[in-house]
């Protein structure tokens, strides 16, 4: 169909504005406190596998990432369903 007009607010315009930021903040990482316990976010797909390491600081408690990791799968690992996949995630990422 025929293209629709775009409507320029300023509230479009504020939410381009955070989204600019969003997109070129990268995350800074956090140094690892071996005091503090670890969590392991992992994510798979049919091309490869990915996780963060991450500790919850300061107050209020937020995750914030340590590491980060991601493996592209080979052609026997591709073969594996998604929760064997997410396990090998987990296992590639705390080697």
């Known amino acids: 169909g025929k293209p ?54 300061y107050e209020p408690p937020l995750l914030h990432p340590c590491a980060f990791f991601s493996h592209k799968l080979s052609p026997a690992e591709n073969n594996y369903d998604v929760e064997n996949r997410e396990l090998l995630a987990i296992k590639l990422a705390l080697e």
């Open 4 to 57: 629709k007009h775009l409507i320029w607010n300023p509230a479009a315009h504020e939410a381009f504005q955070r989204l600019k930021t969003i997109f070129s903040t990268a995350p800074l990482l956090h140094h690892p406190d071996p005091e503090l316990p670890f969590t392991v976010e992992v994510n798979a797909s049919t091309t490869g596998v990915e996780a963060v390491l991450s500790q919850a600081v």
